[in-house]
């Protein structure tokens, strides 16, 4: 497993789940965590809820039984109960990053390096799958803005390409052809250096799950799930949008900017509610996931489109 750095919660890593959210929601409530205002707002954001929404108030956690036991990852499975058994044969060492495109400084880094260059936060967030069901998890990382940072972009650089991991031998799922592999996602540059996008190492302050994405995946709370690619080996910084798996696959159904839309509907399903899980009420759903306050400046000057 890659070396994990936590520099300010560690002691999360040894507290059971609901002692550790506890503390948390005390220290938070003090005013003690260092992080950003974003951290603090996010954890308990009612930033864009909407007055019959059940969710209102402190964002409670999805236990992490559920999150690590049904997951999208289409290397290995389309059975999402099957996903977190097959990942398990996945080599996590040795594991590169490289970062490189249109950028003065690219690089390559050993993931046990890129852990120990930033110190660690933890982010809850929501999490919409745009197959109409969310969780609300706790992630571990660093702003991806901080990575991308270190590269130097060009001002050539308007987006942001992801790819995953392409390791046929152990990913029973690029043998068989659902998806053009590897997994590849993107953001325009702004949404990629915006103070909520995470680069993920951790969940629920123990490191990453296979099954979640391990050893790096990236969260944009406000974007459906198919945004948040997972074991990423190549971030590539270029200047125009690039190709991305769902949206070559079925261009009418998964949109390049995959926001959290509910007043647009997948061509098959409504997206005005989700369903929880674990809970068994369906919530409604919020425009860009309860994070509007925050992003929605990002699309002032595109239209309507753009938020899907
Ligand atoms: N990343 C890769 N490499 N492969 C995938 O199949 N699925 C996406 C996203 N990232 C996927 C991926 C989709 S559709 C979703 S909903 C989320 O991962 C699921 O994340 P989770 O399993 O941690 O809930």
Known sequence: ????????ISENQVTPEEIFFKKRRQMLIAGMLTGSSFLDRTVYAKDGLTSDDENAGALKATPIELITNYNNYY????DKKAVKVLAQDLTLHPWTITV????????????DDLTKLFAMEERIYRFRCVEGWSMVVPWTGFSLARLIDRARPT??????????????SEMPGQRAGS?????????????????????VTGLYGKPLPKQNGAPLRI??????GFKNPKAIVHIRL???QPATSWNILAPSEYGFYGNVNPLVSHPRWSQQRENSIGEMKKHSTLMLNGYADQVAYLYAHNDAKALY
Do not use: C, Q
């Open 1 to 8: 497993m890659p070396s994990f750095s936590m520099s300010r």
């Open 75 to 78: 290397e290995f499975s389309n």
């Open 100 to 111: 490189d495109g249109e950028v003065e400084n690219p690089f390559t880094i050993d993931i």
């Open 155 to 168: 001002s050539r650089a308007r987006f942001v390409a992801f790819e995953s991991v392409h390791r046929r």
């Open 179 to 199: 998806l053009i592999w590897p997994y590849r996602e993107g953001l325009r540059i702004d949404e990629a250096m915006h103070p909520l996008t995470f680069a």
């Open 219 to 224: 969260a944009v709370p406000w974007k459906y």
């Open 238 to 240: 270029v200047s125009s």
